[in-house]
């Protein structure tokens, strides 16, 4: 069990409380504490990316986010979608709320620096051109090893911002729903979703046990016939990383992106089989 399954059985446990007595108050503090404990560093880390200032500013503002996601804990829903991804919205809601509340107190204007956009522009004309989702979907529900494994290469390969969007689509989040979860623009959203979807795509390739290379080759065949082929720069470096070596190695740092946008090509043309 991971530790996001094991904060949402906490969740859980306390909201099993319809009202607290005397002899339940114990267990109830036992069971926040916990949850506290737990939760604590992925509330800083939303924080720290989001909100720059000084370790205290930053401290301040993950005790507010904590105590606005335990004041609101009743309020979560389940059926609308993971405590994680409520728990990233209430976060940054929370740190919005707190710097204007600091500033406003100080008599002084927010500067831009002190919130940071995480979400660099790029180019993603080309990511428009790939179909969506992806045939690898009937791959990975045939295979629940193979499912943990991509979950493995997304953790590894995304930041959190970028996990949480990528398991929303993978979840047949719209994008506009997406946005509203993580309290961002929509283009914004469809950006980081594209671009998560292009590094585990990458990491897939990559790894020695998601797909063979008789797939792999099947699916570059399929890919190169289709209407949106690899450029010859992308072939070259995906052909160098993934087929004509004997062990699957990463692309130069400068090739990365090519890397990337091969990999998000061929995958969509794997097939079972």
Not at 7 to 23: G, N
Not at 89 to 98: D, E, G, P
Not at 182 to 211: F, N, T
Request: charged content about 30%; some cysteine; aromatic content about 10%.
């Amino acid at each position: 069990m991971d530790e996001w399954q094991e904060i949402d059985k906490l969740v859980l446990q306390l909201r099993s409380f319809d009202a607290i007595t005397e002899l339940d108050r114990g267990d109830y503090e036992h069971l926040e504490d916990q949850l506290f404990q737990r939760l604590s560093p992925h509330v800083r880390f939303w924080v720290a990316k989001y909100l720059r200032g000084s370790p205290q500013l930053i401290e301040d503002a993950k005790q507010e986010a904590l105590h606005n996601i335990f004041k609101g804990l009743g309020t979560y829903d389940p059926n609308r979608g993971s405590f994680q991804l409520w728990a990233f919205q209430v976060t940054i809601n929370a740190v919005k709320r707190f710097l204007h509340s600091e500033y406003r107190r100080n008599g002084w204007e927010i500067p831009a620096s002190v919130l940071q956009d995480p979400y660099d522009e790029e180019e993603i004309a080309f990511l428009d051109q790939v179909s969506d989702p992806s045939p690898l979907v009937d791959v990975i529900l045939a295979n629940k090893q193979i499912l943990d494994t991509i979950f493995e290469i997304a953790r590894t390969e995304l930041n959190e911002e970028e996990f949480l969007a990528w398991k929303a689509w993978g979840n047949e989040t719209p994008y506009e729903r997406i946005a509203q979860i993580l309290d961002i623009r929509p283009d914004h959203a469809r950006q980081l979703v594209h671009r998560a979807r292009r590094k585990v795509s990458a990491g897939i390739m990559l790894h020695p046990r998601v797909l063979s290379n008789e797939s792999i080759e099947s699916a570059l065949k399929r890919c190169m016939d289709s209407t949106y082929p690899l450029t010859d720069e992308e072939l070259n470096v995906f052909r160098q990383c993934v087929l004509d070596s004997p062990r699957r190695t990463r692309p130069p740092y400068r090739k990365t992106e090519v890397f990337r946008a091969a990999s998000m090509k061929v995958l969509v043309h794997v097939t079972i089989g």
